[in-house]
């Protein structure tokens, strides 16, 4: 009986033991789980729905009509009346320069101009002395010819008569044709003076247009010495100082005006095959949003960028030179997955994150992700709608596949 007894003990204490052996044996083979504490943890839900793309980017603002003004002729910048950042007007005059031989460039051509309008009117009154004096012999050459006329008349019926001789009506019929002759030339010389005259006239006015054309020409030169802003706006660059010498050619000054308005936005290279004109867009600077549209995609690749420029719509109290952000609404894709982007996840990749379920256990699950649009990107494969992903980093070993959250 008691050996009996001492059987069945020995029977139990084996089987308990080949039961605790295959349970720790199915628990080294099975996946371990690590218990992660709930706070801090962000999980998100898998969306469903209407996806816009959107681009994001930084630039500044510039203004549509720009002004580079530029030296024309070596100076000395004498005067700087504003600086950057002040409103202007067409005519405001911005700074002063100073070059004396050119000043004196200019008295110059003003005394050669003078000059030459003195010589005209020296001229004319020459020439009115001249014609003066011309006509008056004319005049009394013609009277003359017309007594000898009058007299040849008056002996023809004379002669007739015998009164006075033949040959001296035939001398004084010879003296009227002389004298007929005379006024004839002396026409034609009147006449080629008075053509003489003109030309010479002319030859002094085209001397006067060239002083005058040289005169306007340094003038020109000299006015432009005071630089004047030549639109309205505000002045952006404003490079020279006070003394500096500067050249034809030197950049001075740029002005722009203050509407309309393009922003110039650096947007990742990655990103630009979703851009086109049109497409809307929102600027922000500070605290001010304003809206407009993109008409213009750089097709030039800049240190990994593509320039987009946006135009403005209306006015807005934003400057010229301004830094902004801008979001340009590219498209709408439907029918979409998507989350909140995981920190530092790239578009188009793949990333190992813990789908969790209705008891808080996750398991380790790889998810597909594609687009990216401002904190959000697409999920290509992996999960489903309305399921529930662990974003956020968790100090969790990589052999880990199954956690359990701890409320």
Known sequence: MRNSARSWVYGGLSIASAVMLASGWLMGFADPVQVVSAQGVVIEKVRSGDFALTVEGYGTLQSVNRRLITATSTAIVDEIRLKAGAPVEPDTVILTLKNPELEGQLRQALAFLKSAKTSKRQLNLQQQRELLNSESQFAELKAEAEIAQLQMEAERSLVESGVISGISAKRNQLKAAQLRQRVELEKAKLQKLQQVHQETLSIQDELIAQAEDNYQQVKHQVDQLSVKAGISGVIQQLPV????????????????????????????????NLLMSGQQAEITALDQSVYGQVVRIDPVVSEGAVQVDILLDGETKLKPMQMVDALIQAKVDPNVRFIHAPAGIQQNSKQQLFKVAEDNSGVRVEVNFGKRSGDLIQVIAGVSPGERLITSQIDVDESISRIQLKL
């Open 241 to 272: 100082t006070l003394g500096e010498s500067v050249v034809p050619g030197t950049r001075i000054a740029t002005v722009g005006s203050l509407f309309p308005l393009v922003a110039e936005i650096k947007v990742p290279q990655l990103q630009a």
